[in-house]
């Protein structure tokens, strides 16, 4: 099919399906799907669509700021910011399992989506009555293996929550405009809706964000910061090196391990951050990337001359499996 026809189909079924006086909600992750799905939606029905971006607090370095401006100024979405990371960090204050994390930040966003649907429908005098979803066929896949297929779901490696994780006792009827398509021809989509292509190229990011690539305790001291600077520094040197669009993901992880080390002509006993970068197909197997040494060197050096309290920099040399892609 050619996806030009599928985007008029998508924009005809949405306009045929919410009547003129329906509003539709829709949470943007900062993500490709999201973006993509709420932009079809957008050139069906206007400013009828009310989008909001949760701001959690674990977030990369400047990356509200960015989605905000790709949103507003490229998009012309109506979007809602909602600065929730005091929110988030004081449900997490102390937690240390990587599957609680998720399930704390799940259902606080689910909290705060749903205040945002009450508070708009104080603002219209209606309810919101359609819930965009970004959700691709993969997703549709995983989350319902066909019969036979041998894949279920009793044993879960990781709980993510795309798929069918918000309240259950909100009425909504779902649009889910990208649901038989793969990931390349949503980025394709996205181009010709004019997304920029930079944002379209973006490497994925989970959900729950840093915390899952924070060990331990995301609010102790200052190690969100400690983690932006780097993980800024990692991927900033990958663009500049002209390799980002040959890897899937790449990121710095917070170990939360301190080693000892000697700057200028001190000891110190600071900490150790990982880098991780791989390629993959779909996430669900990855390998490693095999960066020049001297692009793992020019980055080591500067992440340690750079980011303060860090002194020892390491290069994450797995593959999935039997790792997974995030640490957590
Ligand atoms: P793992 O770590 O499971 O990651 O090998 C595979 C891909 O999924 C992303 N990931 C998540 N995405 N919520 C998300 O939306 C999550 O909880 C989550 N955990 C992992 C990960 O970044 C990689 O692209």
Known sequence: WELKDVLIDEIKTVNNEVGPEDHVICALSGGVDSTVAATIVHEAIGDRLHCVFVDNGLLRFQEKEHVMS????????????????????????GVVEPEMKRKIIGKEFISIFDDFAHELEQKLGRKPTFLVQGTLYPDVIESC???????????????????????????????????????????????????????????????????????????????????????????????????????????????NIRTVGVQGDQRTHSHVVALRAITSEDGMTADWYNFDPKFLQYVSSKICNEVQGVNRVVYDITSKPPSTVEWE
């Open 70 to 93: 790709t949103f507003q100024a490229d998009l012309h979405l109506s979007v809602t910011c909602v600065d929730a990371t005091d929110r988030f960090l004081s449900k997490l204050k």
């Open 145 to 255: 293996p066909p019969p036979g297929s041998g894949r279920t779901h009793s044993h879960t490696i990781k709980s993510h929550h795309n798929v069918g994780g918000l309240p259950k006792d909100m009425k909504l009827k779902l649009i889910e405009p990208l649901k038989l398509l793969f990931k390349d021809e949503v980025r394709e989509l996205g181009g010709i809706l004019h997304v920029p292509q930079g944002f379209l190229k973006r490497h994925p990011f989970p959900g729950p964000g840093l915390a899952v690539r924070v060990i331990g305790d995301v609010t102790e001291g200052n190690v969100l910061d400690t983690l932006r600077q780097v993980d800024h520094i990692f991927v900033e040197a990958i663009k500049q090196a002209g390799i980002y669009d040959s890897i899937w993901q790449a990121f710095a992880v917070f170990p």
